[in-house]
Every structure is written in C-alpha cells, then in structure tokens.
C-alpha cells in the first residue's frame, strides 16, 4: 500500500485530519461563520471533512475545497453527495498553493496543512490572497509544548512554543480573535484513533499483503508517538482576522 492509502485507513475512525474532538470543530466552525451565509475555502481540504461539517449545519454556506489527492477529492464528492451536500461544494484537484478564484472568500481554512505551503506564515501568506474583507481565517498547527528532543524536530519540523507561535502570527498583520489548544484527550484520542484504525485493519487481513504492512505502519508511528513527541507536542486552531484590512 502507497502512503495515501495507509493514511485514508488511518483516519477513517477519526475523519478530521488533527486532534480536535467534534465539539471543539463545532465551535470553531460558528465562530467562524457568524452570518450563516459565508463563503468557505479549504486550502488542502483533503476529504473536505471541515467544510461538510459546516454544510451541514449551516444551509446558507457555499464552500470550495482544493487538494492535490484525487482519491482524498472522490471521497469527498461521495460523502458531499451522500449528505445531500454536493450542489453548494466545488472541488478543486491542483496545489493549494496555486489556487486561484475570482472572487474572495468569508472564511479561509487550513488545518494541519502548512507543510504544503512551506510553513505557517507562508500558508497564512496565500490565506490572504483570498480572504475578502472583514473575512476569518482558521489555521491550525503544530507547536512545541516543551522543548523537544532532536528525533521530535526532525521527525515533526521546526516549530515554536504557543507564545511564539501566536507573537509570529500576530507580527504578520493578524488579529486572532477565538482559538482552541487541543486537550492532551484530543492529542491522545487522534493518536490512538489513527494507529489503532490501521492495526486493525491489518490484523483483520492477515493473508493480505497490505495486512502486515499496515501493521508495521502502525506500530512505527504509535512508537514514535508515544518516544518521541507525545510529551512535547501540541496543537492550535486559530481563528484570525487581518489587523488593517
């Protein structure tokens, strides 16, 4: 199995793509669309599960997603069809970061997609590009609890602390007007989920080839989980509005 594949596995028991509970995605979600009649873009929306969420409670939305995984972009025009969603989600197969739309949007979106854009700021850099005024922006990330050890940043990247984080952000022309820090219970169910999902699956597929591969998978990044970054790294979902529009 490719990377793609033992990912879409990984994260069927938990489809938001990071550690936040469905509550704490509700929440977020309201508060970035007060009105109830914004429009939405996902920049990586993988399975577009954040902008099927707000679809669905909110039947004034339009939202766009963008992703460069065609498999991730038919499981979402599946499940936006299945939820009777499909007519207000138009998605886009391409690089986030080459996006382009006419017209601006309410509320622009990444979570725990930074990496394709080449960090936090340059993502907060095209966020920009198409946020129309007075618009939200909600991004979430990564950042360093306490100081991690060599192996976390190599494996991870090169984050900050939550207070640096927030000061860069800041810096850069924005306002953070809600936030959410994930819980350790949201840092550890994901966890859980994710590796527990894929073990699973391997082990109920013993004759498959995939099966001990998956299992392999696994028991690699529950260890890598629990050695390396489980008491050092955190999460953060902003919701930003730029300083001077």
């Known amino acids: 199995m490719n990377r793609e594949q033992m990912s879409r596995i990984a994260h069927s028991g938990h489809p ?7 509550a704490s995605v509700r929440r977020l979600l309201e508060r970035g669309t007060p009105r109830g009649d914004e429009r939405l873009l996902d920049l990586g929306c993988g399975s577009a599960e954040w902008l ?10 339009h939202a766009v997603g963008v992703d460069i995984s065609d498999d991730a972009l038919t499981q979402a025009r599946e499940a936006a069809d299945g939820r009777g969603l ?17 017209d601006p949007f309410d509320l622009v979106l990444s ?3 930074a990496h394709a854009f080449g960090g936090l700021l ?29 192996e976390a940043v190599e494996m991870l ?49 013993p004759t498959d080839p995939g099966g001990p ?23 953060v979902t902003l919701i930003l509005r730029r300083t001077a529009d």
Request: proline share 7%; with cysteine.
């Open 86 to 102: 499909g007519e207000r989600l138009v998605l886009h197969h391409g690089a986030a970061a080459d996006f382009v739309s006419p």
């Open 157 to 205: 990247g090169d984050f900050t602390d939550l207070a640096s984080t927030v000061d860069r952000v800041v810096a850069d022309g924005w306002t953070p007007v809600h936030g959410h820090v994930s819980t350790r219970q949201e840092l550890d169910a994901y966890e859980w989920s994710c590796w527990g999902t894929l073990a699973a699956w391997g082990l109920d597929r």
């Open 111 to 113: 979570v725990g997609a």
């Open 16 to 22: 938001i793509k990071a550690p936040l509970d469905d």
């Open 213 to 235: 591969q998956a299992l392999a998978m696994a028991a690699t990044r529950r260890s890598e989980w629990l050695r390396s970054y489980r008491d050092t790294w955190g999460f």
């Open 52 to 61: 099927l969420r707000a679809l669905a409670t909110r039947p004034r939305l």
């Open 122 to 150: 340059p993502t907060l850099a095209a966020a920009r590009a198409h946020l129309a005024p007075g618009g939200h922006v909600l991004i979430g990330d990564g950042f360093w609890e306490h100081p991690p050890s060599p």
